[in-house]
């Protein structure tokens, strides 16, 4: 049976082109019906580049929409996208709305979407991406034999949001949530010690925003390490790599005999630490051009397998609110963000670094 394809409709031009670059991947169940938006240049530009029209009056939007994505700043951040999000939901359209949304606002979201007999959630590209579904997977399966003793994570204002949303994949519970003795420096980052479920977590905040260009100059998106009895998972950035180190433990009978004749047991003989996967080395423009398209056109799809298989969605609508809740108490902990203006791009070519680096020899450290 060939798949109905659903009319989208696409609101904001900025991280919205994200939207659009994923919706042209999956013509066979999409139809790219259009971008709602103010009229800007940019926006004149995306629809003639994609071949849509462009609405600026809500009105004028056609009634036979399926779905729409609304990529435009939410109440939480003083935007209008919950306001619209409510209007296209009152004309019975599904909606995808772009984080962070206020646990109050996704709670009106979701009523109304009961009320009108559609779908409502929240953009949830991260969890998409390679590396952190890999992350997400190898966790499982430690925990299948050990649990989960002690977490890390350092993350920035515009992504803290998708860090709760990962958390809640990573870990037993994200209820109750506490967060203690907030450390604040004069460098970029707050430190927080927190318990999230029942674990102890430690939390390094970047806390400074240009508000000149608030999507820029964060120091680091995500940076994760998730402890077990055996050794931790590190995830040294939201696009890899992700590295296990197995945990040091020098059996005592090793030192009573002479080294020539020292057996170590086999768990000394397997590597300190290892890159997880087929990771490889990846560009920002790759980020751009490839992994935020992907990830996000496989939460359209998850979106199309919703409204398709008319699915009860209560559990999802729970962890919505769960993930937008301890979201705002994390936030609320730290604090508004320490304003920084006229931050400058400084790049260094990582040929710089790498050969730095090689200048050191491992084999040179060796004395035979």
Request: proline share 5%.
């Amino acid at each position: 049976m060939e798949k109905r394809k659903l009319k989208v409709i696409i609101c904001g031009t900025t991280f919205g082109q994200f939207y659009m670059d994923a919706i042209s991947r999956l013509k066979d169940i999409f139809e790219f019906a259009g971008i709602f938006a103010g009229g800007s240049k940019r926006s004149v530009m995306c629809a003639e580049s994609y071949g849509v029209p462009l609405y600026t009056k809500f009105e004028d939007i056609p009634s036979d929409i399926d779905i729409a994505c609304v990529v435009i700043r939410s109440g939480a951040l003083g935007g209008k996208g919950t306001e619209i999000a409510l209007k296209f939901m009152e004309r019975g359209v599904n909606v995808i709305q772009e984080q962070p949304v206020h646990y109050k606002d996704i709670a009106v979201c979701i009523k109304s979407a009961m009320k009108n007999k559609v779908f409502f959630k929240t953009g949830d590209l991260y969890i998409y991406l390679p590396e952190i579904k890999r992350l997400i997977d190898a966790v499982k399966e430690i925990e299948k034999q050990q649990k989960i003793l002690y977490a890390s994570f350092s993350c920035c204002p515009q992504v803290s949001y998708p860090m709760i949303d990962i958390l809640e994949k990573l870990l037993p519970s994200i209820k109750p949530f506490h967060v203690q003795n907030v450390l604040n420096t004069e460098g970029p980052f707050q430190t927080a010690s927190a318990v999230v479920g029942k674990i102890p977590v430690i939390i390094n905040y970047d806390n400074e925003i240009d508000p000149d260009d608030p999507d820029n100059f964060m120091h680091l998106l995500h940076s994760i390490v998730i402890g077990f009895e055996c050794g931790h998972l590190t995830l040294v950035d939201t696009f890899g790599p992700l590295v296990w180190t197995a945990r040091l433990h020098s059996p005592g009978e090793g030192y009573s005999k002479e080294i020539s004749e020292r057996i170590y047991p086999e768990y000394m003989k397997d590597k300190i630490s290892t890159v997880l996967g087929d990771y490889s080395d990846h560009t920002y423009e790759d980020m751009v051009r490839e992994s935020f398209p992907c990830a996000v056109a496989r939460d359209l799809i998850n979106m199309y397998d919703y409204i398709a298989n008319e699915e009860n969605i209560s559990k999802v609508c729970q962890r919505e609110i769960d993930v937008s809740t301890v979201w705002h108490k994390m936030t609320q902990a730290f604090g508004f963000a320490k304003l920084k203006r006229g931050c400058v791009h400084q790049p260094i070519p990582s040929e710089i670094v790498v050969n730095a680096a090689l200048k050191q020899k491992y084999d040179d450290f060796f004395i035979k």
